[in-house]
C-alpha cells in the first residue's frame, strides 16, 4: 500500500512540522516576554541600589552634626559603620548597569559620596582637636560644596531611573500584547491546519474506506449488482 503510506506518511510529517513550528512561536515569544520581565527587575533593583547608597551616606552624615555641636562622644566610628555595606552596595548596583551611562552613572555618584566622606572625616578631625569653630564653618561649606552636590545629583538619577523605568515598563506591556497575540495566532493557525489535515485524511482515506466497507456488507447480504467507483490510482481503487 504504497501510495496509502504515502499519504499517511505526508500527513504526519505535516503535523510534524507543525508541532515543530508551534513549540519554536511559543518558545521564541516566552523567551523574549521573559527577557523584557528580566530588565525590568533589574532595573526595579538598580533603583533599590541607588536608593540604597542615598539612605546610607544621608544617614551617616547626620553625625557631623552632632560631631560639630558635641552630641555624640564617637562620631566618627560611628560614621564609619554606617557605611560599611556601602561599597557592598555600590558593587552590585554598577553590576546592574545596562550601559556605559548608567556606569558612568555609578562612577559619579561614588566619587561625589567619597568627597562628602572626606570633608566628614576633616570635620571629625577637627572636633577631635577641640577646633569647634572651624569645624562649624567647615560644615556650613561642605553642605553647600559636596552634600548639596551630592543630592542633587541622585536626584537627577532617581529621576532618570523613573523616566528609564517607564520605557520598560511600556516595552514589558508591548512584549505581553504581543505575546497575546501570537499565541492566539499560533493557536487559530493550529486549529486550522488540523482541520484542514484531518478532511484530507477523511477524503482521501476515510470516506473511500467506508465506501468499501459499505460495499462489501452489500454483496455480502446479497446486493450483487452493488458497484464501486474505480477512479483514483491508489490502493483502495484497486480493491474497488
Same mark, same amino acid.
Given at each position: ?124 578631625? #577637627?572636633?577631635?582637636?577641640?577646633? *569647634?569653630?572651624?569645624?562649624?564653618? !567647615?560644615? +556650613?561649606?561642605? @553642605?553647600?560644596?559636596?552634600? %548639596? ?66 460495499? #462489501?456488507?452489500?454483496?455480502?447480504? *446479497?446486493?450483487?449488482?452493488?458497484? !464501486?467507483? +474505480?477512479?483514483? @490510482?491508489?490502493?483502495?481503487? %484497486?480493491?474497488?
Amino acid at each position: 500500500m504504497r501510495l496509502l503510506r504515502r499519504k499517511l506518511s505526508s500527513s504526519l510529517l505535516a503535523l510534524a512540522v507543525l508541532g515543530l513550528l508551534v513549540v519554536g512561536v511559543t518558545g521564541y515569544t516566552v523567551v523574549q516576554w521573559r527577557a523584557t520581565e528580566q530588565t525590568l527587575e533589574r532595573h526595579y533593583v538598580r533603583s533599590l541600589r541607588l536608593q540604597e547608597v542615598r539612605a546610607l551616606i544621608f544617614e551617616a552624615f547626620m553625625e557631623v552634626p552632632d560631631a560639630v555641636i558635641g552630641y555624640d562622644e564617637n562620631p566618627r566610628e560611628e560614621y564609619l559603620q554606617r557605611l560599611e555595606s556601602l561599597e557592598g552596595v555600590f558593587e552590585e548596583w554598577e553590576s546592574l548597569a545596562e550601559d556605559d551611562a548608567e556606569r558612568a552613572e555609578v562612577v559619579e555618584v561614588r566619587a561625589a559620596a567619597d568627597r562628602l566622606t572626606n570633608s566628614a572625616m576633616e570635620i571629625f578631625a #577637627l572636633t577631635q582637636s577641640g577646633q *569647634g569653630q572651624q569645624a562649624a564653618q !567647615l560644615l +556650613e561649606n561642605v @553642605e553647600q560644596s559636596a552634600f %548639596e552636590p551630592f543630592d542633587a545629583l541622585t536626584t537627577a538619577a532617581v529621576l532618570t531611573d523613573r523616566e528609564k523605568r517607564q520605557a520598560i515598563q511600556t516595552d514589558a506591556a508591548a512584549a505581553r500584547r504581543n505575546a497575546t497575540m501570537v499565541l492566539a495566532v499560533s493557536a487559530v493557525g493550529v486549529l486550522s491546519l488540523v482541520l484542514l489535515v484531518g478532511a484530507y485524511l477523511t477524503g482521501s482515506i476515510f470516506a473511500p474506506m467506508r465506501r468499501l466497507r459499505d460495499g #462489501l456488507r452489500a454483496v455480502n447480504s *446479497g446486493d450483487t449488482p452493488m458497484r !464501486l467507483r +474505480e477512479d483514483g @490510482e491508489d490502493e483502495i481503487a %484497486e480493491v474497488n
